[in-house]
Nanobody, 122 residues
Framework: QVQVMESGGGLMQTGGSLNLSCIVGGLNLRDYAMGWFRQESGKERVPVACDSRIGQTTYSAQGRGFRVVRDNDKNMVFLEGDSLKPEDTATYYC?????????????????WGHGTQVTVSS
């Protein structure tokens, strides 16, 4: 059974840094594509960035200024960013695909974490 768990959210200040972690169990993350998504209250879940199994990273408009970092030895992936803005406030989700290469969309992901809330104060 695949398990995905995010951590690192919380209350942050405008201009501050983001460091989210995602740990995956039940599969070897190095073989699969993954993505970071976010969902603002009342809105649909949208991609922040997606990473293929060979490290080809795609950033959406929402992902501008963020970085995806993999640690395949630990089966972990991180989302890092600087210069946070209040509009970055959302629940952030880590997701993993059953494939090594896939489109960067929520419908392309198969395994999801429960999300971690990030609130950026103005």
């Amino acid at each position: 059974q695949v398990q995905v768990m995010e951590s690192g959210g919380g209350l942050m200040q405008t201009g501050g840094s983001l460091n989210l972690s995602c740990i995956v169990g039940g599969l070897n993350l190095r073989d699969y594509a993954m993505g970071w998504f976010r969902q603002e209250s009342g809105k649909e879940r949208v991609p922040v960035a997606c990473d293929s199994r060979i490290g080809q990273t795609t950033y959406s408009a929402q992902g501008r200024g963020f970085r995806v970092v993999r640690d395949n030895d630990k089966n972990m992936v991180f989302l890092e960013g600087d210069s946070l803005k209040p509009e970055d406030t959302a629940t952030y989700y880590c997701a993993v695909s059953k494939y090594g290469f896939t489109a960067c969309s929520a419908s392309s992901m198969n395994y999801w974490g429960h999300g971690t809330q990030v609130t950026v104060s103005s």
